[in-house]
């Protein structure tokens, strides 16, 4: 076989390629370049329709170059505005001051309905005089199904493999050694990531390629685009190791924590820049497009079709870009998306919309609780967000309802031992409580989360929870769990507040508390905000819904447990099943009434989006069953059988990608991590310890 695989193109590589080589046998020792003993063949295929992991166990031979494509002949001409700035440079190398190694991000998403593809292209570059290792921390949505991993060293295109988490590590550790040119990607938490990039030359970039796929969430008739640019600096409770650390730039490994973000001081900048581009096909007239933290530049193609990208201005990596966009039309009731799987069966994403409005809809008295975090996180702004949206909830609440104010920190306290009823020198008191209400400390939320849903029930009322936080923690798991665990009969909603916050804790919680979740950034009204939230929660359209797929032969549905489905907010099901389709049928109760509606199931079109993003969702579904005290399932083993088949990142798998064609000379190099800027309206000196 030749040392290059010529003439594929690169479209057709990012699809797929199927490589078939003969096994060559040695051992990973010494100073030469590595073999190993390896079989690529075509994917074959289990029961269920899935991909079978392709085996690897070390790096390859430069003989037998089966990672490598040949790069286009012709490339695309570059975008003058997408070029990286140079921005205010801060490491010192001697004499001159230079760069740290990420250049730039760029962001190209495609929006089809409510199905998003995102590439993401991570350049970095050595301006040392000798060999570097960058690290870099960095956040993606939650639920995206990272199914495509790519790094480029000048006209040489390398394929990541996803290999186990240990062996995508050895592997790595291994070409980092002997001097080859080597990437790893791996998932510290659903929506936090370390990049790793090893042996990068003197004067050389070496590009980091990777592609996810994931559903939008609806609003009341807007769907939303969110992009995160920055890791929230976490705290983690005491005796935790396993936490997310946060620490000023160059104090590695005082955190103690096994992941850590460094933080820019105030005034520091590196030069590294994003631009972002969003391709939008919404398949409907769109009525009005948004961006609450950037300002964009809109451009109309058609009715259903713009382009959307942040302006030049915008390009610090500082706050999530959330893009909306509102759809033509008030009887929307589902949407339906299918794909065939060629080798039999298909996947379907079904969304649930509710009624339009909340006529005809009781309201029933209802129990709040709002829990506040006011932690050194909260300090600022966004504690006044939290203030001005617990007030005006409390201005919508009536005689017949009750509530109460748990507020927590480094501890907790309430407003009153027991919930109170809604009278008008009720909420005077709760004014009084908030406006005493500062941030400061650490964030104890399991603290907070006991004391809220461990208060006395009241089957007259709807119980609620609503918890005002930026999710700044590095104990997500710990806290959905105990969501679950407690809530009895309450729903949970999140609300997460600020210009970065950690949706997966947000979505999690909410998701296990069976409530809606909402978000309200530091330029949102937050009392507009809450009264629209409240209007809607008071109200369920649909609530205990349960899915029979008894007519879709071998249905594999998830989420795991179908959230209430309120006005104005969908709830999205995705699906795998076998054979030509069938039906499913959803029932629920709206008011004193079963709902019952039967949809058809067909899989026509082909793709791969909806396969990874079920994937996707069966992995955070099994994490669901975990964490039940009724339900025992190897998770370790699930979660890897499902990532390894359909090529997906997760807690158990990694991505690794290796240059075997050239071997660097000289040591190692230095490891640099890439610090980054701290979330706009979060104060640094309350989130990141002083150095010693």
């Not at 190897?634 to 990608?657: C, P, Q, R, W």
Request: charged fraction near 20%; glycine fraction near 8%.
């Amino acid at each position: 076989m030749n040392r290059w695989i010529k003439h594929i193109p690169l479209a057709l590589f990012l699809c797929a390629i199927v490589v078939t080589a003969a096994q060559v046998g040695c051992q990973v020792t010494g100073a030469m370049p590595a073999k190993l003993s390896m079989s690529i063949h075509s994917p074959a295929m289990g029961d269920d329709g899935s991909r079978a992991p392709v085996p690897v166990s070390s790096l390859p031979n430069p003989s037998e170059e089966l990672w490598i494509i040949a790069k286009p002949a012709t490339s695309p001409a570059a975008d003058p505005d997408a070029a990286p700035k140079s921005g205010a440079l801060i490491v010192r190398d001697g004499d001159k001051t230079l760069p740290f190694p990420l250049k730039h991000t760029d962001v190209k998403a495609r929006i089809d309905g409510y199905i998003a593809t995102v590439d993401v292209t991570q350049q970095y570059h050595n301006p040392f005089s000798s060999k570097i290792e960058a690290i870099y921390v960095f956040p993606l949505p939650e639920n995206a199904a990272v199914s495509e991993f790519v790094m480029t060293i000048g006209d040489r295109v390398i394929r990541g493999i996803i290999r186990e988490k240990e062996e995508a590590k050895q592997i790595y550790d291994d070409a980092k050694r002997q001097g080859y040119v080597a990437s790893l990607l791996e998932q510290d938490r659903p929506n936090v990531f370390t990049q790793r990039v090893a042996n990068i030359e003197p004067g050389k970039q070496v590009d980091i390629g990777i592609r996810y796929f994931h559903t939008l969430s609806y609003d009341d008739g807007w769907y939303e685009f969110v992009f995160p640019m920055v890791v929230g600096p976490r705290f983690n409770p005491p005796m935790t190791t396993d936490g997310i650390g946060a620490v000023s730039r160059g104090e590695v490994g005082t955190s103690g924590q096994k992941t850590e973000v460094q933080y820019l001081a105030p005034g520091e900048r590196t030069g590294h820049e994003v631009s972002l581009a969003v391709d939008l096909h919404a398949g409907v007239a769109i009525e009005e497009i948004a961006s609450s933290n950037h300002q964009i530049d809109i451009a109309q193609i058609d009715p259903s079709s713009s382009k959307i990208s942040i302006k030049p201005t915008e390009r610090l990596p500082n706050k999530d870009f959330v893009l909306r966009f509102k759809v033509a039309g008030k009887t929307l009731k589902t949407g339906l998306i299918t794909q065939r799987d060629p080798r039999g069966g298909g996947y379907f994403a079904l969304m649930l919309y509710p009624p339009q409005t909340t006529d005809g809809l009781a309201r029933r008295p209802v129990d709040l609780c709002f829990l506040l975090d006011v932690s050194g996180s909260m300090s600022g702004a966004p504690i006044d967000q939290s203030r001005g949206a617990v007030q005006a909830a409390l201005g919508m609440m009536q005689e017949t309802d009750s509530f109460n104010i748990v507020r927590f920190a480094g501890s907790t306290d309430q407003m009153s031992t027991a919930r109170v009823l809604a009278s008008e020198r009720a909420k005077r008191q709760a004014v009084d409580f908030l406006r005493g209400t500062n941030a400061g400390g650490g964030t104890m939320m399991l603290a907070g989360i006991q004391q809220a849903l461990s208060q006395p029930s009241d089957e007259s009322r709807v119980q609620y929870v609503c918890m005002m936080t930026d999710g700044f923690i590095g104990n997500e798991r710990q806290i959905i769990q105990a969501t679950r665990q407690l809530r009895g009969q309450t729903r949970v909603f999140g609300f997460g507040v600020g210009s970065s916050p950690n949706r997966y804790l947000i979505d999690g919680m909410s998701r296990a508390g069976a409530g809606a979740v909402a978000y309200l950034g530091l330029n949102d009204d937050g009392a507009k905000v809450m009264r629209h939230f409240f209007d809607r929660i008071s109200k369920p359209a649909l609530t205990n819904i349960q899915i029979d797929a008894s007519n879709l032969k071998g249905a594999k549905i998830n989420p795991f447990k179908i959230p209430d489905v309120y006005v104005g907010r969908a709830v999205v099901i995705t699906g795998r099943f076998e054979g030509d389709g069938g039906s499913i049928t959803v029932r629920g109760r709206s008011a004193d009434q079963t709902i019952v509606q039967t949809f058809p199931i067909r899989a026509d079109a082909q793709g791969t989006s909806l396969a990874s993003v079920w994937a996707r969702q069966q992995i955070a579904a099994l994490c669901d069953q975990a964490s039940l005290d009724d339900i025992r399932i190897d998770l370790a083993h699930e979660v890897k059988t499902i990532a390894l088949n359909y090529g997906l990142m997760s807690d158990y798998t990694s991505f690794v990608a290796v240059d075997s064609t050239h071997r660097t000379s000289g040591e190692s190099g230095t490891t640099i991590v890439q610090p980054v800027p701290i979330p706009d309206g979060v104060k640094y000196e309350t989130t990141v310890p002083e150095r010693p």
